[in-house]
């Protein structure tokens, strides 16, 4: 019976979590569409009392978020290190889309991270690996193809990867695996911002 209660408040802990999340952050966007700081500065500490006070990982993720964006109706200027430390702690925790991101920042060197494409690829991996992301499993198998990483150029993990990337619809994926993969193009991409080159597939 107590497993069961443990169970139960796990469910209910995080359902609360996420609405408080999704609640201040309707605040804070609101706030900021009518110019209220007394509305922005409400949602602010619902989020950071939900990040700090209740342990709730959506809260510390979107807390990261404003951290980057910075307010311009509070006058806070972006925090990237503020950002990346709390990226970090959540990557370390397993959170994926704090893994995503931050590996991210650490394939371009971007976001005031230095650029650390193994890592990287460590993060993408175990995002795909232990949570299924399908879109970290695309940017995985590029690095690999493209070698960005000296040694890890594998043909196997390319194509398990891909594969995943394909059969889960992620954009590019598909002619990503035709062009650079059995169309004889490997290792001819050099963006200067694989972000911007992912987000435009």
Known sequence: MKKYLSALVL???????????????????????????????????????????????????????????????MGYAPQNST??????????????????????????????????????????????????NSSSAFIAAIIRNESLVPGTYDVASIEEMLSFAILNNVKGAKSYQDQYVRGGQWKSLSPDSWKNWLDSQ
């Open 83 to 132: 950002a990346n430390e709390l990226l970090l702690s959540l990557a370390l925790m397993g959170y994926d889309k704090a893994m995503h991101d931050y590996a991210m920042l650490l394939l371009d060197g971007s976001g005031g991270t230095l650029k650390d494409e193994l890592m990287a690829l460590n993060l993408f991996e175990r995002s795909f690996q232990v949570n299924g």
């Open 11 to 73: 469910i209910v802990n995080g359902a609360f979590a996420s609405q408080l999340s999704d609640s201040a952050l309707r605040l804070i966007q609101v706030g900021n569409e009518i110019e209220s700081r007394d509305v922005v500065m409400r949602g602010n500490s619902l989020l950071l009392k939900g990040a700090f006070s209740l342990n709730d990982l959506d809260a510390m993720y979107e807390t990261s978020r404003q951290a980057r964006m910075g307010s311009k109706i």
